[in-house]
């Protein structure tokens, strides 16, 4: 919009405010519509006679008038707030009166707003934004240092391509004005915000919806010099040390604050004189961010600087000339606010920062079918380790990749569902001798499936319709041994309700994937790890060239990257495919590629092709000469498929993304067995022993009085369980958590399971929520878990009354003499290891602790900080429990306690059903109860002919093959 539009606007709104506030009056006036001057007596008169219109004149006069005085009130209000540069205060029930009135004032401000100096508004460009991808941003550094080398003047970007936004998300009530007061610092801004949502205001402003999401000229930060005085306002429940660590990112610089603010005269006339003692409102002195830095003495700075090397002066600027706007290091740009959104997360999203996009929303079946590889592998890997050792964690630089997929693992039940229901189908089919429908797409919801066919067929039973064959997922399906009819099935996007929308690459034969090229890039790589890693697609080979090279080492069985000039293995796929003829073909292929022009020769066969090949084409790039389906990418995530009648949100995988997830992939199938690591146990405050030291009784005193409280029904002491499905006890205020218990159980496991102590912004990074959130929510479990007996204090205590805090002077959370059962379990075991002969009592104790897979029934969306690389416990405790377990039946096979034996095998089988130690040792116990045949075969169906990823059974591990009993004799 312009602003001759502007201005006119802002013109047509001050007529209509002057008219509001004295036409109206005017016109009832001249339309003797004045109820005040009606005598009462008159009016009760005319009341009981037959009426002549005076009545209802002089009611609707009144109407008007009450009308007039309400909407020139909130006028007024909105006029004076405008003026004074602070939101008008809402009152109940003049919402809507008020809505009216500030759009009018806002428009009208415009006329005021886009009439400033010219010499103003060349100084201050609004600010704009238009898309730019990350290819021309990358390229931008090449770029000038070429131009430099050769000394060509450097181009000036235009501002619109270098100025960042930020999206806002309006509120009830809200106005253009309020918006540019409240987050731009002056409510005249609000012209930039209209040129920044051209789609949203294309006459001009308008009256804004709850819920409409703007773009808003991002913050500048404060130029240098210019540093914020405005003083710190101490809110309930801050601390020097929270202060300090919000404000200056280091909890210690507290002492900074305090220095600083000891002198201020506070609103209630004391001094900060204890830096323990604040109270809210007081104001406090925040230095600056940058910690104070010694001056080496050696080197004294000079006291008269030398002077810089003037700069050539550039000619002015004439007035009707764009300036040129500053430049901007966008890595560092990128650097801030990548570094600013760490902690913090949209709390209307609820997006964590190390959430990958590409294994969110439509990429939810690719973070499954992930999810379920990661997995198989680490089962795989588990069995190669020995009594005492644990599987080495990813490198530290893949935990987000790992975190996004599991954060996605609500949506394995899903993927497996609609993985047995195609192959049940398929039985189904064959059954009754019917063929494969021409299957071109399916849309999966929650609940329900939908396939879309190419052409009519009947539905089978428990199926409906002809087009498309509609299922509702009503119960869990059996588990079929028949391979997938479908192995080319993958996501491309999800519909506007997010429905996951897979194609039948098959059944389309070639695509075309055209449009944007970053976009279209980011689909193949997501086709291509998805083919990759799907649990349909096991009988899929997947071929990519020229693009997707870093998936290159996703799965060396089923993926096979080529280098661009690498063309003969395009001609031997069509010879074969030319020569299949009828037959069912054994494997599938898909090529991914960049040259439409040596695919060709396969396109063609598969053009021409009259029965089922088995085979698909995408191009990514030029399209084929042969026809295709195309795929039309746009820049704004959207993918249009004109032939499907589909647009969706398009999946995709950037360059990062598939690197990472090919990275992690590769690391959990070589992963190898590692020591535990040293692990902080929860121990009382009195005590100071480590779970992994060799200990004496005394060492641990008050274990045998811990345990006995836990196993005590009638103890009021908060237990925590974790060596099973996860859930706690506690008999403070139970009403705290009520309905948000599972959020609350989790952040006091997080809390007990760091008994050194957390900071609020190791919670803030752990749960991805802001540090009020953490202040708010550690004080719900503060009052769940009550006050302790033996301290008198809470069990949960502020963080500046934490053992932390009286040792070292740090503030930190910690819990005291909460029981958890894994603590329990490893002072158990510790104290058994430093027993010897006697300590089979505690390692009968410590797998009575056990109820299940330690850590199991998380909630779906939370539990991320599991996977940090010193904090993976469910792992580290499944193998110890299972190594315990071990110790346990070897000395009850010794001692021939048959049921001894049994019971341990079946606690360690319930924590780690596929842990192979566990295995083997279930087979020993069957051998010495005399079930020698019920033990091969065991052993052949779960150790020799095993496997976890859909391949052919491994070869048994050297470790594994010595602990395997003989079934030909008996222990004794």
């Not at 004076?80 to 009018?104: H, N």
């Not at 690459?505 to 970053?518: M, Q, S, Y």
């Not at 991320?864 to 009850?892: F, G, K, M, N, P």
Request: hydrophobic residues 40%; charged residues 25%; contains cysteine.
């Amino acid at each position: 919009m312009n602003r001759t539009h502007a201005r006119a606007r802002g013109l047509v709104a001050a007529v209509l405010i002057a008219a509001v506030l004295a036409g109206v009056p005017v016109l009832l006036i001249t339309l003797a519509a004045t109820p005040w001057t009606v005598d009462l007596s008159e009016l009760q008169l005319s009341l009981l006679s037959p009426d002549d219109g005076s009545v209802a004149l002089l009611i609707v006069g009144a109407t008007a008038w009450i009308a007039w005085a309400v909407m020139a009130f909130c006028l007024v209000t909105e006029i004076v707030a405008a003026a004074r540069g602070v939101r008008a205060p809402q009152l109940r029930g003049l919402g809507a009166g008020q809505q009216l009135a500030s759009q009018l004032v806002a428009s009208a401000a415009m006329l005021f707003a886009v009439a400033q100096p010219l010499s103003i508004t060349l100084t201050t460009p609004p600010a704009q934004a238009h898309e730019v991808t990350d290819v021309q941003l990358a390229a931008a550094p090449a770029a000038h240092d070429e131009l430099v080398a050769e000394g060509v003047p450097e181009p000036r970007l235009p501002v619109e391509a270098v100025l960042a936004t930020e999206s806002y998300t309006t509120r009830a009530h809200d106005s253009l004005w309020k918006i540019a007061e409240t987050q731009l610092g002056d409510g005249t801004r609000f012209t930039e915000i209209v040129e920044l949502n051209p789609d949203l205001f294309p006459s001009g402003p308008k009256f804004l919806t709850a819920g409409t999401v703007l773009q808003l000229p991002a913050n500048e930060p404060a130029a240098a010099g210019e540093p914020d005085d405005a003083p710190y306002v101490v809110a309930p429940g801050d601390t020097l040390w929270d202060i300090a660590d919000e404000e200056l990112g280091d909890s210690t610089r507290y002492d900074e604050i305090f220095e600083a603010s000891n002198d201020i005269v506070q609103p209630d006339g004391r001094t900060l004189t204890d830096p323990d003692l604040i109270y809210p409102g007081w104001e406090l002195e925040i230095p600056d961010e940058a910690p104070p830095v010694a001056v080496d003495p050696e080197e004294p700075v000079p006291e008269h600087p030398s002077p810089e090397t003037p700069h050539e002066t550039a000619p002015a600027t004439p007035r009707s000339a764009t300036p040129t706007p500053p430049a901007i290091d966008l890595e560092v740009s990128a650097d801030l606010s990548a570094e600013e959104q760490s902690v913090d997360v949209d709390q209307d999203s609820g997006s964590p920062a190390w959430l990958l996009p590409g294994l969110t929303g439509a990429g939810t079946l690719l973070a499954g079918s992930l999810f379920l590889v990661l997995r198989a592998h680490r089962r795989t890997q588990l069995r190669y380790r020995n009594p005492g050792e644990v599987l080495e964690a990813p490198p530290q630089e893949l935990i987000n990749v790992e975190k996004s997929a599991r954060l996605s693992a609500s949506t394995v039940p899903r993927l497996q569902d609609l993985d047995r229901l195609l192959r049940c189908l398929a039985d189904g089919l064959e059954l009754t001798r019917q063929p494969l429908p021409r299957l071109q797409s399916i849309e999966l919801a929650d609940r329900s499936v939908t396939l879309h066919l190419a052409e009519h067929a009947p539905a089978p039973p428990g199926w409906t319709g002809t087009d498309t064959w509609a299922f509702q997922f009503d119960e869990t399906l059996p588990d079929p041994a028949s391979p997938a009819p479908w192995p080319l099935l993958c996501t491309i996007g999800s519909t506007d309700v997010g429905h996951l929308v897979l194609v039948n690459l098959e059944e389309l034969g070639t695509i075309a994937l055209t449009g944007d090229p970053e976009a279209s890039a980011a689909l193949a790589r997501s086709m291509a790890a998805e083919l990759a890693l799907s649990p349909w697609g096991v009988l899929a080979d997947i071929d990519t060239v020229g693009v997707a090279r870093e998936l290159a080492d996703l799965d060396p069985v089923r993926h096979h990257h080529h280098e661009p000039d690498d063309r003969g293995f395009l001609d031997r796929l069509a010879t074969d495919l030319a020569s299949r003829g009828d037959n069912e073909p054994e494997m599938f292929h898909a090529v991914i590629t960049t040259d439409a022009d040596a695919a060709e020769p396969v396109i063609r066969v598969i053009a021409d092709a009259t029965s089922r090949l088995g085979a698909t084409v995408v191009t990514a790039g030029d399209p084929p000469e042969t026809e295709a389906v195309t795929f039309r990418m746009t820049g704004h995530g959207r993918l249009h498929i004109a032939d499907l009648g589909l647009d969706l949100t398009a999946a995709g995988l950037t360059s990062e993304e598939a690197a990472a997830t090919a990275a992690i992939v590769a690391v959990a199938r070589d992963a190898a067995p590692a020591p535990p690591p040293v692990h902080h146990t929860n121990k009382p405050p009195e005590t100071d022993i480590s779970p992994l030291q060799e200990t004496a009784d005394s060492s641990d005193p008050t274990l045998d009085d811990d345990v006995a409280a836990w196993f005590d029904s009638d103890s009021r002491v908060p237990k925590l369980h974790l060596l099973g499905p996860v859930r706690a006890t506690a008999h403070g205020n139970p009403s705290a958590v009520a309905r948000r218990k599972p959020h609350y159980v989790e952040l006091l496991a997080y809390l007990a399971l760091h008994p050194e102590g957390v900071s609020s912004r190791q919670v803030a990074e752990a749960f991805s929520m802001s540090k009020d959130r953490v202040r708010i929510d550690i004080g719900v479990v503060r009052k769940w878990l009550g006050d302790n007996p033996r301290t008198g204090r809470p069990y949960l205590p502020p963080a500046a009354q934490t053992r932390a805090a009286g040792e070292a002077g740090v503030w930190t959370y910690q819990v005291d003499d909460v029981l958890v059962d894994a603590d329990l379990f490893r002072r158990l075991r510790a104290r058994g290891q430093a027993r010897g002969d006697e300590s089979q009592e505690d390692f009968d104790t410590a797998l009575r602790l056990v109820e299940g897979p330690p850590f199991s029934d998380l909630r779906e969306t939370g539990w991320s900080w599991l996977l940090d690389a010193e904090s993976r416990d469910d792992e580290i405790l499944a193998c110890a429990i299972v190594d315990v377990a071990h110790d346990v039946v070897t000395d009850a096979l010794r001692e021939e306690d048959l049921d001894r034996a049994a019971e341990a095998v079946k606690t360690a089988t319930l924590a780690s059903p596929y842990d192979e130690i566990a295995r083997v040792d279930r087979a020993a116990v069957l051998v010495a109860q005399g079930h020698e045949d019920a033990a091969r075969k065991f052993l052949a169906s779960a150790v020799h002919n095993r496997s976890d990823d859909h391949m052919a059974p491994i070869e048994v591990p050297r470790s594994t093959a010595a602990r395997i009993p003989n079934p030909g004799r008996r222990g004794r």
